[in-house]
């Protein structure tokens, strides 16, 4: 297991670096570039060098592309003179940065980092094909996940146990809604229009669609599974009915062909 991040506390930024934080944060503005390329020194973990440009930054972690509050970021390094943070960074180019001296610039991800917080799927989408994210929600049990594995694009499910937890995941998703040339399929419950709206604005989805089917013949397919869960699984869909609402007119999901995709179930 990885050790534990110290503390700000722990790190020897105790209270006045806190409040100056808090200063910093309440004159940001929403969507300002992460500054953390400025003077060249961002580390191998570095969000913003592939991208050539400094993402935006918001108050709201889970808008952040890493998914974490915005850091204090010290321009001039404690260890070289430098004593009050004067500016914020997203979170993984603040840590990647450390005291400025990584300058390596990465030819892939640093075990440290990945191991640490920010390990998502790598991409294998090819660059010359246009962007295609597609946000699929439904109900346990309807398919979702078949659905998507014959797409042949990266597939993003939060039932697949490499994901330790939603954090991890939501973090992963937010990278990919920063991803120009993204290629992919995004599992989400998404009973409700505002849980698909947020869930389809965090990943910046191409394409949002519905795979439902009636609630009885779910229970059947999902009784007919045997797995462990089956009883939460049950529970599960009766939830998602109760709470389903299709306000935003969110189509049923048309097959991939539709999409224009080749699905690997026919190829």
Known sequence: MP??????????LGWTHQQQRRRLLANHTDGAPCPCLDDNRCGPGCLCRPAGHGLPMYRDPARNPDGMPLEADHTQARSQGGRRADRLLLATCNRSRGDGTRTVTPTGRPDWWTRDWYAIPEPIADP????????LCGPPGAGKTTAAQASGLTVYDRDDPHWTGERQFTTALAALGHDPHARAVVIRSGATSSARAK?????????????TEDATVLGHRVARRGR???QATLAAIGTWFDQHDRDDDVPDFPGWDAVGVHSTAHA
């Open 128 to 135: 010359g094909l246009p962007r295609l994210v597609v946000l």
């Open 199 to 211: 869930a389809a604005q965090l990943v910046l989805a191409t394409h949002v669609y519905l795979l």
């Open 228 to 230: 462990a869960d089956k």
């Open 3 to 12: 050790p534990r991040r110290q503390t700000t506390t722990g790190k020897g």
